[in-house]
């Protein structure tokens, strides 16, 4: 504990000693028309490595301040109608950039940022990687994060409800995935089936997915994949701008508002958001679902400096959450009864008000990233600090049962060595340490201390139609589960477990012919066993089962081969993805010959709840996803994707449990051009999910289902940006169905029925 602040406190004197010697550095460019040459007003220009960004005059023109006198950075400039442009600019040689943008119905792909150390677009990056930005996360009108990326292929959820989603990636979840919050990763006893991501939906200007093994650079439980929630870039010297955004969804009465407000004065950065939402329970057909409503509140601020040396930010945020849970399903009528059997109304159900049981959430996140020019090169660090209390709420709603307490500290340490834009050598050392202190009268977890520490090297070989990449990283990470006797009884007993492994990864990504690039990646994967696959003894409200962990377990390792072909032309774009993925010591919970276990309730009565108990084996998982998208006429586009996964226990040669079912998505968008308006659509959509009928003993078979979704919207051009207007709906034939990674199927509780969500966003100042 006390090396790991000594470090934070030396690495931050470290930082504040450039901002000593400054001095104002200006880059000036313009962007033109490639074809007539005529200059794009209102084009945006982005260096991500430095977190800033600007935008074109009247002119066409644009003027980077306080930004390095010199380095090699990605440049990237996006304008509605034309190709998205990206190149690598050295700043010492090149005050003065020029880009000449085609025009094109099909933007290009965002730049990437989560698969290598450097910012590279995604034609140079090995790795399968998925981006949405803010406008098509709030067109989705998911209750939460990740429901409004579930969509993308390969990427299904975990629900509990409205309130809950646990990301899954190519049939990977839980620990499997890991999420990136300000550039820290997100530990907050993620191990839990009713446990979702804690963060603010409204902070996220683009999500980017990473798809497949990248334990090379951010260690344990990246074994699926990474979930990268990334930030606003700070606004231009000289702006003070804002948004206020707010939206309404019919099915479970959701209020959800955010306002920010920003600013950049010479290079001091701040930003603060303070975000709000509200729901009752959520409904199927004539049935609303008791307890099943949530409400949250969200503050956050940062803080920083952008500068020639770099930039150093300190974000801080507190997400709190108060979730009903739902204890029973319906009965033979499908109604839905209290505790002395009475059923309970529609109207009684949607009461703003949560009854017991519940739970309470605070997670509180400050994190110090910064990227310092040094050397000639770049020394990118995130220091964080998470304290994540969650209590539940049983018998009383004043004293929790179950309330864990866990504290985090997280570093993470690269270095990217100077380069002339060929060589990208990388070096980094990240770390974790970890304390869970129980503090209720309940328990599910014992109480342990955790310390984890990797390194890594890594390489990137950029050609002018391509790049190669490589890397190696050893992982070590000790864990201390303590015992614990309560009444008498032995609840936990004491554990020690080490866990070490080398991975690896190697890939390339080239460009074949014109506009047909070919990426494929070999990488191996490492994940130690979580606290509750080791040491869980108890039950969680709000799930239907009984859970024991064992300390016997063994670390996760994989072998993944993924192989992909992209195509984009003028009105058509086509990406294949295929890829094998071995893991070996594969761990997962099962009820196996229908074992149970008593359960004694505060009032003295015994429940019998199905026992689940984690065991391990080889595992494989197979699949692909392919989207194709036309666009034959400028304002009418057709998109599809489909994503399928199979996973198959190679001990039994049967099916791994809770792996989602092939998905098929089709949507039909029209974007009309309008006099006085921007950016207007019509979308009509349908989302085909197939029959999940390879499934592991102690799950039950997943009929297929259809979904119709729609949506209208448009922007209205006002001086300080644009007011954007949309109303969407979802299941808009209120068809009844189970997602066969919905946590309330098992009692009979169907997923969300028709919602229709009516949103606004307005910009400030």
Not at 56 to 68: L, Y
Not at 490 to 509: D, E, L, M, R, Y
Request: proline letters at 3%; hydrophobic letters at 35%.
């Amino acid at each position: 504990m006390n090396k790991i602040r000594l470090l934070m406190v030396v690495l931050f004197a470290c930082f504040t000693i450039p901002v000593l010697a400054t001095e104002l550095t200006e880059v000036i460019g313009k962007v033109t028309d490639a074809t007539t040459n005529e200059p794009l007003s209102g084009a945006t220009i982005y260096i991500s490595d430095l977190k800033t960004t600007t935008t074109t005059n009247a002119n066409g023109e644009f003027t980077f301040r306080n930004i390095p006198a010199k380095g090699k950075f990605l440049v990237e400039v996006r304008y509605v109608g034309y190709k998205t442009t990206s190149k690598q600019v050295d700043l010492a040689a090149n005050n003065q950039l020029t880009f000449a943008l085609e025009q094109s119905v099909i933007e290009s792909a965002e730049v990437v940022i989560t698969g290598t150390p450097y910012s590279s677009n995604n034609k140079t990056n090995s790795l399968a990687v998925v981006s949405v930005n803010r406008e098509k996360l709030a067109q989705a009108a998911g209750t939460n994060i990740i429901d409004a990326i579930a969509k993308l292929p390969g990427i299904s959820q975990v629900t509990t409800g409205g309130a809950i989603s646990k990301p899954s990636i190519r049939g990977l979840g839980y620990n499997r995935v890991l999420t990136i919050v300000d550039g820290a990763r997100e530990e907050a006893q993620q191990w839990g089936d009713e446990h979702g991501v804690e963060v603010d939906q409204f902070s996220a200007n683009r999500i980017e997915v990473l798809k497949g093994p990248a334990s090379l650079l951010y260690g344990s439980d990246a074994l699926g994949g990474v979930i990268n929630i990334i930030d606003d870039l700070v606004p231009a010297p000289g702006e003070f701008n804002g948004n206020f955004t707010t939206s309404y969804g019919t099915n479970n009465g959701l209020t959800a508002s955010s306002l920010m407000l920003q600013c950049n004065t010479d290079g001091f950065v701040y930003r603060g958001r303070v975000s709000y939402k509200n729901a009752y329970g959520f409904s199927y057909k004539d049935h609303t679902v008791p307890n099943s409503g949530f409400n949250e509140t969200n503050f956050s601020g940062m803080l920083g400096l952008n500068k020639t040396w770099g930039y150093a930010h300190l974000s801080l945020s507190r997400f709190n959450t108060n979730v009903g849970l739902v204890e029973n399903g319906p009965n033979a009528n499908g109604d839905y009864e209290d505790e002395n059997g009475a059923v309970i109304t529609n109207s009684e159900a949607q009461t703003r008000k949560l009854d017991l049981p519940f739970q309470n959430i605070n997670h509180y996140r400050a994190a110090l990233n910064s990227n310092i020019l040094l050397g000639g090169g770049q020394l990118k660090t995130t220091l964080a600090f998470q304290r994540n209390i969650r209590k539940e709420f049983e018998e009383s709603a004043t004293e929790p049962g179950l309330n864990l307490g866990l504290n985090s500290y997280t570093y993470d340490v690269k270095y990217s060595f100077a380069n002339a834009g060929v060589w990208e050598p990388t070096i980094g050392v990240q770390g974790m340490h970890q304390t869970n202190v129980n503090s209720g009268d309940e328990f599910l977890i014992p109480d342990y201390v955790s310390d984890n520490i990797g390194a890594f090297a890594y390489l990137k070989r950029n050609f002018d139609k391509g790049a190669l990449n490589a890397g190696i990283r050893y992982d070590y990470k000790n864990i201390d589960g303590d015992d614990l006797i309560a009444d008498g009884n032995q609840v936990f007993t004491a554990f020690n477990n080490k866990f070490s492994n080398v991975s690896g990864s190697i890939g390339f990504a080239f460009e074949i012919a014109k506009n047909l690039n070919l990426k494929g990646n070999a990488g191996s994967g490492f994940r130690a066993p979580n606290i509750a696959e080791l040491g869980a003894n108890g039950r969680h409200e709000g799930t239907f089962r009984y859970e024991i962990g064992n300390s016997n377990l063994k670390q996760e390792t994989s072998l993944q081969f993924d192989l992909g072909l992209e195509y984009s032309a003028e009105k058509v774009t086509v990406g294949l993805n295929a890829y094998s993925n071995r893991i070996y010591n594969y761990i997962y919970p099962g009820n196996f010959n229908n074992e149970t276990h008593p359960f004694l309730e505060e009032d003295g009565s015994t429940t019998t709840l199905p026992l689940y108990r984690y065991v391990q084996t080889d595992a494989e998982l197979l699949g692909g996803e392919a989207s194709i998208d036309f666009h034959l006429v400028k304002a009418l586009h057709f998109e599809n994707t489909f994503a399928y996964v199979k996973g198959t226990n190679l001990a039994s040669s049967t099916a791994l449990p809770f792996i989602p079912a092939a998905s098929l998505n089709n949507e039909l968008r029209f974007e009309p051009t309008i006099k006085g308006l921007k950016d207007s659509f019509i979308k009509v959509g349908l989302t085909n999910v197939f029959k999940q009928n390879r499934f592991d003993s102690f799950e039950t078979e997943t009929n297929g289902y259809t979904l119709l979704d729609a949506g209208v919207g448009t922007s209205v051009k006002v001086k300080n940006g644009k007011i954007n207007l949309w109303i969407t709906g979802q299941n808009l034939t209120d068809k009844l169905y189970y997602n066969h990674l919905s946590r309330y199927k098992p009692a009979g509780i169907y997923n969300a029925g028709r919602n229709v969500s009516f949103g606004i966003s307005v910009p400030l100042l």
